[in-house]
């Protein structure tokens, strides 16, 4: 396999530097793959897809009455980020995490940010996510966000900038998990001459977490996670850490709620549980309190909660921090809370609900990225550049009617990655990263994350719901 | 254990064991036909029908198809998936279980399990099928011997097991009874030709169906008497698809769950399995012959349904939660 036809087109690729030449930490993995013929690829890459889809590491697209179970695509070229350039990501997402986690400590208690004018009361009072049933409510360690999946893109000059933090329920790390198994079967050897560093002890951090926010400290805590269900499209994921820490996957059915206190239903009786990390967003959590409707939660685990009985991973309400408009504050929050200038850039921000960005925004909607303040997954999203003309009058009828609920970015061209597409050759995809941080006694962050890819030419969407694969992300202990 | 948990275990295992011995039943008789010259239309429907009523689901098949033969009892018993006991959907709900469950048991189990749902969704399970129902059956039998392998190799003697024991001999002694009973309903042409080569034929292909031919002829050799192969399948106290030796085994399984002493009983079940162990260790063949076989396994069938019924309420129901009334409940301690 060789790159002598690839072109990198004038975007930034993570390989191959402007004049065509491998960057030095790709310079091993350029040999290795240019020792394999087609053939061997080729079969590696069959091999791979067969072993996903045998351990039944699929997500399920309900097109038909059955489902069809599908297994996210996965590209044989892993990303590879040398480790200074770790290190600073690093260091700019412990920021980061620290200064959310004081600010949801803040709006929940004190809210000083608000009083001191830092940021507008009726932007986080008035958020979606904001839940004004936990103010007051301590939780254990103060800690709000436990698992955050920050996502980071890099701009046509390289420049790492956070596009998003999902401080609710992230998922795609067993991915990260079983994209690197996989990996290692593939090019056994490949793995101790590059120099990358593991990532297998993920599980055993997140349940060291998990025990340290014991809300019943006088003794060891039963830890559990909470699943909407088998038909969920994430359960893989949810299944494969319960086995992975040696926890029981619960789901709202076998919860109860008596005297304050969580319990299993199990065959032996009601046992209590102490910590729960729960997959289910808090509109779901708890029908007496949140969704009357939902048959996914448990009733009664807020006022458990509120009793200071169990501790859920991640708290109620770090949806408000999720929120695009809160996003724009973020650096300020930096600011505010730690003294500090932000070590990460983000993208710039115009706030629909400010008159001047306003005016910006419906002058010149036709040249942003238009979001809504509270979707995910790539929905409720406008790529003006690429939209049609209707697209863009409907966004602005959408954002005219409701300025609080979105936002406008620049479009940002994001970093390309050499992928190995259907013609049988590679070809530059954008791609992004999602690092998985966990915040308990100390931040810990899994060296690389979740490398997504665009597979569709000159796509920049890279979720798996809308044409999305996977690779591996490779830190180096050195920078080649 | 989550009762939710112990209960998908415990169906999981039940599944692939019907699974099992329903491929045996088809596979065998089957050959059996082959064994018959010139059979029409209404020997072959009588040759059938048997099965079918010895399944339970003859009320179900008559609405789907109208006359019993080689292809519609393999198509009902095999791949419809409107049979809820057809080898497919045994397969699927058996994999479906698991899924539930997916961190009680270990990986190769899951996906010895999940290659066997992915086959039978391929298309290429219908041509293989078509090409030879025995290498096809085979398949499906050698998936749930490794699935039995898998659980006694890499499962942890705990609760978990117990419960996928339970479920697996439970629906092996429920198999055996019904296995028995086919030859109850299998009519011979001629009064005359009891004991004749069609008869031995039959009780012959009786015993593959339950494993049981060349454990029987050790034991009683070469002779092919009626009274002893039902002495055999019933009573046998080593072979281990007789129905005394399941009950043997449902009973230390459900002692071994509660922690109660062989001896005697902490809950419902273990009083009806230590009872129906009772009678099946000190009763004997004559006296079965005397009730009337047929009738005598109806009985059976009954006794190990109450024990999967009180089972199920000792350990797994879990009384429903009336959400409308828990909302209320938790609002008021606000």
Not at chain 2, 65 to 93: G, H, R, W
Not at chain 2, 310 to 317: C, D, E, I, Q, V
Request: proline content about 4%.
């Amino acid at each position: 396999m060789d790159f002598k036809n690839y072109q990198t087109e004038g975007f930034f690729d993570e390989m191959f530097a402007a004049d065509g030449e491998a960057r030095p930490h790709y310079k091993k993995l350029l040999e290795r793959f240019e020792r394999l013929d087609p053939e061997d690829f080729d079969q590696k890459r069959q091999a791979v897809g067969l072993s996903f889809m045998r351990a039944g590491i699929t997500f399920t697209v309900y097109s038909d009455d059955q489902g069809t179970e599908r297994i996210m695509p996965f590209d044989l070229i892993p990303r590879i980020i040398p480790n200074s350039e770790w290190n600073f990501l690093e260091r700019g997402l412990k920021q980061r995490i620290t200064a959310l986690n004081l600010f949801l400590k803040d709006i929940y208690h004190e809210q000083k940010i608000l009083k001191d004018g830092v940021i507008p009361p009726s932007y986080v009072l008035g958020a979606k996510n904001f839940r004004r049933e936990i103010v007051g409510i301590h939780v254990p360690r103060d800690i709000y966000i436990h698992i955050c999946g920050t996502d980071l893109i890099r701009d046509d000059k390289g420049e790492y900038l956070v596009l998003e933090d999902n401080g609710r329920c992230p998922s795609g790390v067993s991915y990260v998990l079983e994209d690197r198994n996989a990996m290692r079967r593939a090019f056994p050897n490949l793995f101790p001459r590059a120099g990358v560093r593991p990532v297998e002890h993920y599980a055993e951090q997140l349940l060291k977490m998990l025990q340290y926010i014991n809300p019943n400290t006088e003794r060891t805590p039963v830890v559990g996670v909470l699943t909407p269900g088998a038909y969920n499209s994430a359960y893989f994921e949810h299944c494969f850490l319960a086995r992975q820490m040696g926890v029981e996957i619960v789901e709202g059915r076998d919860l109860v709620v008596r005297d304050f206190k969580v319990y299993m239903r199990t065959t032996k009786g009601l046992q209590q549980i102490d910590v729960i990390y729960r997959r289910i967003d808090d509109d779901f959590i708890d029908p007496s309190v949140f969704n009357p409707k939902s048959i996914l939660g448990v009733p009664g685990i807020v006022n458990a909660i509120r009793a200071g009985n169990i501790t859920l991973a991640n708290a109620l309400g770090t949806g408000v921090a999720d929120d695009k408009v809160m996003y724009y504050f973020v650096p300020r929050m930096i600011k505010y809370y730690l003294g500090e200038d932000p070590i990460l850039k983000q993208v710039d921000t115009y706030l629909a609900s400010e008159k001047e960005d306003f005016d910006f925004i419906i002058e010149n909607i036709e040249k942003l990225v238009v979001k809504a303040a509270n979707e995910a997954g790539g929905y409720g999203m406008l790529l003006g550049p690429w939209a049609t003309k209707e697209e863009c009058a409907k966004f602005r009828e959408m954002v005219k009617a409701d300025p609080r609920n979105f936002i406008a970015q620049n479009p940002i061209s994001l970093s390309r990655h050499p992928t190995y597409c259907d013609n049988g050759d590679f070809e530059g995809r954008h791609i992004d990263l999602r690092p998985y941080i966990l915040y308990g006694e100390d931040i810990t962050i899994i060296p690389g994350g979740l490398t997504r890819v665009a597979l569709r030419k000159g796509s920049l969407v890279v979720n798996s719901s809308q044409g999305g694969g996977v690779k591996d992300t490779w830190v180096l202990y050195n920078d080649e | 254990m989550l009762s939710r948990v112990a209960d998908s275990l415990y169906w999981m295992a039940r599944y692939i064991e019907r699974a099992e011995n329903i491929t045996r039943l088809l596979e065998v008789n089957l050959q059996l036909l082959l064994d018959f010259e010139h059979l029409d239309d209404n020997q072959v429907k009588e040759h059938w029908d048997p099965i079918i009523r010895a399944t339970g689901d003859e009320k179900q098949f008559y609405e789907l198809y109208e006359m019993a033969d080689s292809q519609t009892v393999t198509d009902f018993l095999t791949f419809n998936t409107k049979n809820p006991n057809s080898v497919l959907a045994c397969i699927f709900a058996a994999r479906e279980n698991a899924r539930q469950v997916r961190d009680q048991i270990s990986s190769e189990i899951f996906e010895s399990l999940n290659n066997l749902y992915l086959f039978l969704r391929s298309a290429n399970a219908k041509t293989v099928w078509q090409q030879g129902a025995w290498d096809f059956y085979d398949r499906i039998q050698e998936h749930s011997h490794l699935f039995q392998g898998l659980v006694s190799s890499t499962i942890s003697r705990d609760e978990g097991y117990e419960f996928m024991q339970f479920g697996t001999y439970m629906e092996r002694a429920d198999k055996t009874t019904r296995i028995l009973d086919v030859k109850y309903h299998m009519l011979l042409p001629d009064i005359t030709d009891v004991g004749g080569a069609v008869d031995v034929a039959q009780w012959i292909a009786l015993l593959k169906s339950a494993s049981a031919f060349e454990a029987y002829h050790r034991i009683y050799v070469a002779d092919v008497n009626p009274a002893k192969i039902a002495e055999f399948l019933i009573f046998s106290n080593s072979f281990p698809r007789s129905i005394r030796f399941c009950v043997k085994e449902i009973n230390d399984v459900l002692h071994r769950i509660s922690g109660c002493p062989l001896a005697s009983f902490s809950n419902e079940a273990e009083r009806l399995s230590g009872l129906l162990l009772g009678d099946l260790s000190y009763g004997s063949v004559e006296g079965v012959l005397n009730q009337g076989l047929h009738e005598y396994l109806d009985g059976i069938q009954a006794r190990l349904n109450e024990i999967g019924a009180s089972t199920y309420n000792a350990y797994m129901f879990q009384p429903p939660v009336d959400l409308a009334e828990e909302i209320q409940t938790q609002q008021q301690q606000q």
